[in-house]
Each structure stands twice: as structure tokens, then as C-alpha cells.
């Protein structure tokens, strides 16, 4: 019997996205299709004096306008329901859809927005988190006490505050008081644009009862409630259909243009298609928010931590998406890597006049352990001590606890990936030669516990069918992961396995490709559904052979009777059996992770209490710094990364090595410079994505210590690899010039500019 | 204004304003929708053609000045027997693909390169995508990909 865990089995998905017939979001078009734009607000802040769209209504192929006059006066969101479909009295971004205009073609949408009369009185503005706190600072939202929250969600806010997370266990003081070296930094990180190749889209049709929305999305059944939240419906009045999606990294979990592609297909009665330009895109997203963080560490002579005291302010932007529970995140970072004494820990979610922030790969992990990992060499290097024999001797070690309570049963992990990194390059040899330096940093990570659920079939013909509301966004989590676990259930190869695209109307809850949890959820899913599936299917066989269903097994697409391989039947002629005897064979099952016990009265403000299924990473970069340009070259990369099992190899190293990518970005080129509220750049080419040429082949080791609790073990995996990558390189940045930047993204400009305060 | 030219080896006729471009014209005039609208901007390269053998940013280049010309998109990359070309093969089997939707200008990039160099080292692999943006692989199987088409062909 072949086992396709462990097997590189080629995506299902690759053949059609090769030959240009895969249909993206952006490929669907319907009969009768209208276009859809939206007029959005050109200031970051200001009260809006007059909008007359008369014009617009009148301008040619023009089948509608729409404003905050045609919707219900309500505010809507995922957590804290502080965002209006239309601005109507003050604009609080560049950006902020105003209105909505449909027309015959984007062309003529895009005209007849020229008509729009839009006056609006700019007024002053918060743009940066630590002006936002001061105490004459204008308020985002005046209102913001009368936003209503999620049900059973309530965290402490106030003003400009919109979430707050506070630890303040007792010691911290006593520790600092009796501490032989306090360890202080600052650190400022920047705003990443998730910079997916497909724009953001949508295309709605109404037929006068129920909505459908086809989407390209990470999360089908967060568009179908967020649509049913901004526009007051019940949700199962939207169904929502995923087609194939051109990245998300985290930017299509929340809503976008679907509320209003729906908004517009009520109101004309045909289907509208919106999908944003670049810029459009690029102004609107949901990047991961910039943030500062201070870390103050108390240090004994011999190096033990004694205690720490963290702030993190991070930037909302306009509105709080997802940022609230993110808000949590510091709790489960700032005590992971090391042994630590109490951990004080303020986290403030901030408002400004800048486009609303969210979720990209890793969230805000990656400006976490930028902080940590670099405040770690600097505590290091205050003790006269190397590095990593510093950072190997103060590791957590199984059964590890974190400021939540938490117990990190697997942490000794830790040790054995800075073993594997060690036996590849070994620490003294690398960073050698002037302008070189090496850089080391780790991480622990979660995988995301939320639900998911599949229906399995057995088809006519003996391959399987996978009903699921999961997404597959590229990662290959299903067009390898669950397809290749779905095999293994039935001894079937992966082309025998058929998983469905994402129907709301069709398929149970899913939570959607986030956190790495699609294979590890998915999958796990999927064996639950198994076991019914199983039974059925060697119950029907043991009266065709006239065996004993203990006598069974599945191998190479039939049941045979074990010890007598030719005594055997088709799984086709099973599926027929059964159908006709007491119907078609199929079976469902479900799964969500068990959060881990902590101790509620850790912190307040804790909306994402455990990190479950933690995994574990050690990044060793190294760099070589041109002082004359300040541009850094990597020369080295390595990566050890514990996935549980590794379902399919080739697959993994796609997503570390992606993930990686991603990573150095963030480290070195790219950000979203904010001047007065307003991006300075609009497009991919001023925004400075990594090419080809800049990325150095990733060298990767795989741990695996199986999960009992995943399907065949296995873990989340494709969101870490892009965490440790600023701290690593931040690291060894500072190794080859001997000055710390302690701000990412680390820039040419920062560097020189570092440079010349050295000499 | 009425433009003849040849598209996967068909000739067509279309009737375009003088300001569409080519992408426009692929993508919903023949419903050629492998090449993908991602920037407009010609700096993703995820709209990449072959014109006359030669690769171009199909979002910025005007369908009346391709009158004449040979195109090759990736739905013309596959043999007349509909198998894969080695190079799209490459992709599938090296797992240069995640999303997708930068595959079809990678592809059009690649399959250029290779016919005017069919023996690229790495660095000129390498040089010859920094047009075409990927968000998903960090570029090294894609590039894994080519190397191999350059070995099987060696053979």
C-alpha cells in the first residue's frame, strides 16, 4: 500500500494554473454583469460640507449611485462594530468609501465618478500611535463609546484606545530594584503591504430573495457574515462561492468590496462586479500594522532574566478589524523563548486617520520577536557574552510556563533546532570578513485552533470527494495537505481525492486559510469523517466477500482480506453496492483545538488567551553590509522549523521558503511610508517588493514531533517562516557594523545614517 | 479601428478603440483569461505576452500597435498534441507554483528566455524574471524549475 504522507504529490491545482485555465475571482464574469467603483475620501481627515452626485446619476451608462442614504444606519466589524458602509458626516482615512457608483463598464463607472461634487473641510488629524495618546489629541471617533461589540466580547478602550491588554503580575518592581543590569531599547517597525497579485474583488447577484457573492477569499463564511452585519440581513440569506484566490497572506480574512457589490446588484437587479485598481488596493488594505514597542529588562550578574516590563503601542488605522485580539499576542511572546521572571505587559491598540490595519501572515509575531530577539543580543552583548551560548543557556525547556499560565509542553524543541542549525553551519564560522555579521533568532508559534468541518462521498467510480468551505490560498494546504490526508484514509493516491471549492450554501462552517490551521484542522477533520466513512465501506464489503469486517483493509483503491491480497473489490463497485442497497456511502466530521488552560485573571483585555499547538523555530542569517551604499546582501539563510510531520515536503519548503521572502521584505525594503496620514506610495514599484535577485535559496531543516492530536501529526507550518526574519537579519545586521538599528524596515537611509552617527 | 493579428496561432479581427490595451483585448474580447490584470502599470508582469517571440506587459501596450503581429499567451503553450510544454511540466513538478496567478507572465518570461538561450545559469534565470512579481514562492523553485527543463533537454 503506497502512503502518500511524506510525498511530495504534485498540487492539484498546478496543472490548470499552468495553462491559464484556473479561474480566478478576477477571471469570473456573469451575463448582465455591471461594474461597480466606489468614491472614496482623497484626505485622511475631514467633515464632509457637500455631495452632490447628480451628475454622476445622469453621466452616460450610469445604472446607479449609492451613499449612507441608501443603507441602514448602522456601523458594522468583526469584533467592535465601529465602521460604516458610507461616510456620511466625517471622512476618517484616504480611502474611505463615500459612495458607490454602477455603471455598464468600469470605463464609465470610473467617468461618471468625475462628476461627483464632493466638498469636505479637512480637519485636524491623528496619524502617529504616540501623538494619539496625548491628552489634547482629537479623537478618531468622538463616538467611539457608543460602538457596540461582538456579543460576549467586552476589553477595556477608551478615546483613541480602541483595545487594551494589561499584565502587571506581582515582582516586577522587586526584581528591577534588586537587578545588577537593567536592559532598555525602543523599537519602531513599519507598515507591510500583504502586496497579493490579485487585487481585492468581488461580483454579487441578487435574484430578489437571496444574495449570491462570488469571491476570491481566505475566510467564504466571514464575507457571508460581515456582508449580512453591514447590510442587516441574516446570513443565510448570502451565499458565497470561493473561486480560485491570488493570495491573501491575511488581507482577504476580513470584508471589502463585498457589501457593496452586494449593495449595488439589490439595487439595479443585475450582478456587479467591483475589483480595485492597484493603488486603489494598495490605499485600502488591511496591512499589518506599524507599531512601537519598549522592552526593559531586569538582569542578574549571572544573566537570568529576573523581569521584564513591555509596551506595544500598535496602529489600528481608522477602524479595528481583527487588531483587538491582537492585542493578546505580547502575552504569548514576551515570555516563550526564555526563562523569565514576571512579565508586565501593556498593549494598546491605537486609532489614527490612516487606512484600517489587520491581519498579515504572522500578525503582529513579526514585530514581537523583531523586539524580542533583538532586545535578547543586546542584553547579551551588555553581559560580555556571546549570543547564541547565551541565548542556548537560557532556553525554555519542556513543560515551560508563559505569563498566561500556559503550559509549553514541547518547548525543549527549542534546543533541538538550534542543535540541527548548528550541525549545518556552525555559529563561529559565519559573519567572518569585514562588513559580514550573523544574526540568530527564534520563535514559538501557534496553529489555529478555529473550526473547520468536511463532508466526505464515495463516487460511483472509487475516488473520494472532500466537501469543505476551506480555502485553498495558495499555501497548498488543501490542493496537498487535506487531499494527500484524504488519500492516506482511504489508500487511495491524491489524484483520487476531489476537494471541493468553497460554497456557503453547500458546506459546513470553516474559519478559513489562517494561523496554519487548514491541514492541521482540515485534516484532522477529515479523519473524523473517515472512521463513518470506513465503516460503511467495509461493512458493504464484508457482505460482498463474505469476510469478517475485521478481516479488512484499504489498499490501492479496493478493500482486500487481509493475508489474501487477490480476494479483493473495488472501492467503484462499493460505492454501487451500497447506493443501491441503503443509499450513497458519505460521512462528516469536524474539529476544533481545545484551548489550553491559562489563568483569566492574567491580564485583562485578553481576547486570544492560548497559542494551542505551539511549533518552534531557529533563523540564522547571514549578511554582508556595502558601507558605502547601506544596502545588505544576504549570503546565508537557514531555517529550522519543527511541523509535527511533514505531509508533503516539497510543499513545506515552498511556503519557508515564500514565507522567508516575505520576511526579508518586511526586514529590509518594504514599508508604507505615512506622511501626514497619506501613503506616500501607490504603486508595487515605489512600494518595493523583493525580486528574484534578492533572494538568497533558504537551507531548511524539518524537525517533526507528531501531534498526536493532528492528522498524522502535523502542525501548522506556513505561517511562521516569515516571523523570525527582521530579528534575524536586525541581528545580524548589527553584528556587521557593530551599531544597533533597532527599526524596520532596516533601509539603506538607516543604515548610512547609522553608520555616520558612529563615526 | 479594426486590427488583424495572430493569437495562439488563430488569426483574429477585432474592432478596438485606439486607447485599449492588449490585456483588455485578450482577456474580454477573446476570453484569453491566462494572462492576468494585476498593476496596469507593466511592473508585475503577471499580464506578460509574447509578441513576435518577445515578451511584453500586455496591461500597457496598445492592441492597435500589435496589428500584424504573432501572440503567444499561455493558454498557446501547450504542444498540438495538449500536453504541457516542458516548461509549464517544470512547473508542476517543482512546485513553482502557489497561487498561480503570477505563473502565466512567469511562464511567457521563461519560455522566451529559453528560446533564445536554452542554457541559462541561475543569475541569468534569475535576471531574466526580475520583471515578473511573485508574492508566494520567493522565486527559488520556480527558477529550480527552469534549471531542470535545461538538464532534461541536455540530456
Redesign the interface.
Known amino acids: 500500500m503506497t502512503t502518500e504522507i511524506g510525498q511530495s504529490s504534485v498540487r492539484s491545482d498546478a496543472v490548470t494554473k499552468t495553462t491559464g485555465s484556473a479561474m480566478f475571482g478576477t477571471d469570473i464574469a456573469l451575463p448582465g454583469m455591471l461594474h461597480g467603483r466606489l468614491l472614496r475620501s482623497p484626505v485622511p481627515a475631514g467633515r464632509i460640507v457637500k455631495l452632490d452626485l447628480s451628475q454622476v446619476v445622469a453621466a452616460p451608462g450610469v445604472h446607479g449611485v449609492s451613499t449612507a442614504a441608501d443603507v441602514p444606519d448602522r456601523r458594522s466589524g468583526l469584533v467592535l462594530l465601529d465602521a460604516p458602509l458610507f461616510a456620511s458626516d466625517f471622512v476618517r482615512y484616504e480611502g474611505e468609501p463615500i459612495a458607490a457608483v454602477v455603471a455598464e463598464t468600469r470605463e464609465l463607472a470610473n467617468q461618471a465618478l468625475e462628476f461627483a461634487v464632493l466638498e469636505i473641510e479637512e480637519i485636524p488629524s491623528v496619524t502617529d500611535i504616540e501623538a494619539a495618546l496625548a491628552p489634547d489629541a482629537p479623537l478618531v471617533h468622538p463616538d467611539w463609546e457608543s460602538f457596540d461589540t461582538s456579543p460576549g466580547m467586552t476589553w477595556p478602550r477608551s478615546g483613541n484606545v480602541v483595545a487594551e491588554s494589561f499584565a502587571d503580575p506581582e515582582g516586577v518592581e522587586e526584581a528591577f530594584e534588586k537587578a545588577a543590569y537593567v536592559v532598555e531599547d525602543r523599537f519602531e517597525t513599519g507598515r507591510q503591504y500583504q502586496a497579493y497579485m490579485e487585487p481585492r474583488m468581488a461580483i454579487a447577484e441578487f435574484d430578489g430573495q437571496r444574495f449570491t457573492i462570488h469571491v476570491a477569499h481566505q475566510f467564504p463564511y466571514n464575507v457571508r457574515d460581515r456582508v449580512a452585519g453591514a447590510l442587516d440581513l441574516s446570513p443565510s440569506q448570502i451565499r458565497v462561492i470561493g473561486h480560485h484566490i491570488g493570495g491573501g497572506f491575511g488581507a482577504k480574512l476580513d470584508t471589502g468590496l463585498e457589501p457593496y457589490a452586494a449593495l449595488l446588484a439589490r439595487q439595479v437587479g443585475r450582478p456587479v462586479r467591483l475589483a480595485n485598481d492597484r493603488p486603489e488596493d494598495l490605499l485600502t488594505c488591511q496591512c499589518r500594522e506599524n507599531a512601537v514597542i519598549r522592552i526593559r529588562t531586569a538582569v542578574s550578574e549571572d544573566g537570568a532574566l529576573l523581569a521584564r516590563d513591555v509596551e506595544v503601542l500598535m496602529d489600528s488605522g481608522a477602524h479595528a478589524t481583527d487588531i483587538p485580539f491582537l492585542t493578546s499576542i505580547p502575552m504569548h511572546v514576551f515570555g516563550s523563548l526564555y526563562r523569565i521572571g514576571p512579565v508586565r505587559i501593556k498593549t494598546r491598540a491605537i486609532y489614527t486617520n490612516t487606512a484600517p490595519t489587520g491581519a498579515f501572515r504572522g500578525v503582529n509575531g513579526t514585530h514581537l520577536y523583531f523586539a524580542l530577539e533583538r532586545h535578547m543580543d543586546h542584553i547579551a552583548n551588555e553581559l560580555g557574552l556571546d549570543r547564541l551560548k547565551y541565548r542556548r543557556s537560557s532556553l525554555q525547556s519542556d513543560g515551560a510556563q508563559l505569563p498566561t499560565g500556559q503550559v509549553l509542553d514541547d518547548a525543549g524543541i527549542l534546543s533541538e533546532a538550534f542543535d540541527a542549525i548548528e550541525r549545518k553551519a556552525p555559529w563561529a564560522e559565519l559573519g567572518i570578513g569585514p562588513n559580514r555579521g550573523v544574526g540568530v533568532a527564534a520563535c514559538m508559534w501557534l496553529t489555529n485552533p478555529m473550526p473547520g468541518s468536511v463532508t466526505l462521498k464515495l463516487n460511483s467510480d472509487g475516488t473520494l470527494g472532500v466537501l469543505t468551505a476551506a480555502t485553498e490560498n495558495g499555501s497548498g494546504a488543501i490542493a496537498t495537505g487535506v487531499r494527500q490526508i484524504a488519500a492516506e484514509e482511504f489508500g487511495l493516491s491524491a489524484e483520487q481525492v476531489i476537494v471541493t471549492m468553497p460554497d456557503t450554501d453547500a458546506a459546513a462552517f470553516d474559519a478559513g486559510s489562517q494561523g496554519s490551521r487548514t491541514t492541521h484542522i482540515v485534516g484532522r477533520a477529515v479523519h473524523e469523517a473517515a472512521v463513518q466513512v470506513r465503516a460503511r465501506i467495509f461493512e458493504t464489503a464484508a457482505s460482498l466477500l463474505e469476510a469478517a469486517v475485521e478481516d479488512l483493509e484499504l489498499a490501492d483503491g479496493a478493500v482486500v482480506v487481509v493475508g489474501t491480497p487477490t480476494t479483493r473489490i473495488p472501492l467503484a463497485d462499493i460505492a454501487a453496492a451500497a447506493q443501491a442497497a441503503g443509499g450513497p456511502i458519505s460521512g462528516s466530521g469536524s474539529y476544533t483545538t481545545p484551548m489550553p488552560s491559562v489563568n483569566p485573571t492574567c491580564a485583562s483585555g485578553l481576547l486570544f488567551p492560548a497559542f494551542p499547538t505551539p511549533t518552534y523555530h531557529v533563523h540564522v542569517a547571514e549578511v554582508e553590509v556595502d558601507p558605502v551604499t547601506g544596502g545588505i546582501r544576504v549570503l546565508r539563510y537557514l531555517v529550522a522549523q519543527e511541523v509535527g510531520r511533514a505531509i508533503n515536503p516539497q510543499a513545506i519548503r515552498g511556503q519557508i521558503q515564500g514565507g522567508v521572502a516575505q520576511g526579508l521584505g518586511y526586514a529590509l525594503w518594504e514599508n508604507l511610508w505615512i506622511d501626514e496620514g497619506r501613503y506616500m506610495q501607490r504603486t508595487f514599484e515605489a512600494y518595493g517588493l523583493p525580486l528574484a535577485t534578492d533572494i538568497p535559496e533558504i537551507e531548511i531543516v524539518l524537525l517533526e514531533h507528531p501531534d498526536p492530536a493532528g492528522p498524522y501529526g502535523a502542525k501548522g507550518v506556513a505561517e511562521p517562516p516569515i516571523i523570525p526574519v527582521a530579528a534575524a537579519i536586525g541581528n545580524a545586521v548589527a553584528d556587521a557594523i557593530g551599531i544597533s538599528i533597532n527599526a524596520v524596515p532596516i533601509t539603506p537611509e538607516r543604515v548610512l545614517e547609522a553608520l555616520v552617527d558612529l563615526r | 479601428m479594426r486590427i488583424e493579428l495572430t493569437v495562439n496561432e488563430r488569426k483574429v479581427m477585432l474592432d478596438v478603440p485606439p486607447s485599449e490595451t492588449l490585456l483588455t483585448s485578450l482577456?474580454e474580447r477573446l476570453h484569453?483569461?491566462?494572462?492576468?490584470?494585476?498593476?496596469?502599470?507593466g511592473?508585475?508582469g503577471?499580464c506578460t505576452v509574447l509578441l513576435n517571440g518577445r515578451p511584453v506587459d500586455s496591461c500597457i501596450y496598445p492592441t492597435a500597435a500589435s496589428s500584424e503581429t504573432q501572440i503567444t499567451?499561455?493558454?498557446g503553450?501547450?504542444g498540438t498534441d495538449g500536453k504541457?510544454s516542458p516548461l509549464?511540466q517544470a512547473?508542476?513538478?517543482?512546485?513553482a507554483?502557489?497561487?498561480?496567478?503570477?505563473?502565466?507572465g512567469l511562464?511567457m518570461t521563461l519560455s522566451a528566455l529559453l528560446a533564445n538561450n536554452p542554457d541559462p545559469n541561475r543569475a541569468e534565470?534569475?535576471?531574466a524574471?526580475?520583471g515578473?512579481?511573485?508574492?508566494?514562492?520567493?522565486?527559488?523553485?520556480?527558477?529550480e524549475a527552469v534549471e531542470a527543463v535545461v538538464r532534461e533537454a541536455q540530456r
Open positions: 482577456r484569453l483569461t491566462g494572462a492576468k490584470e494585476a498593476c496596469v502599470e511592473e508585475c503577471a499567451t499561455v493558454e503553450l501547450r504541457l509549464q512547473f508542476v513538478d517543482h512546485f507554483v502557489q497561487c498561480g496567478f503570477c505563473t502565466p511562464l534565470i534569475q535576471q524574471i526580475v515578473n512579481l511573485c508574492r508566494c514562492t520567493g522565486y527559488v523553485q520556480v527558477v
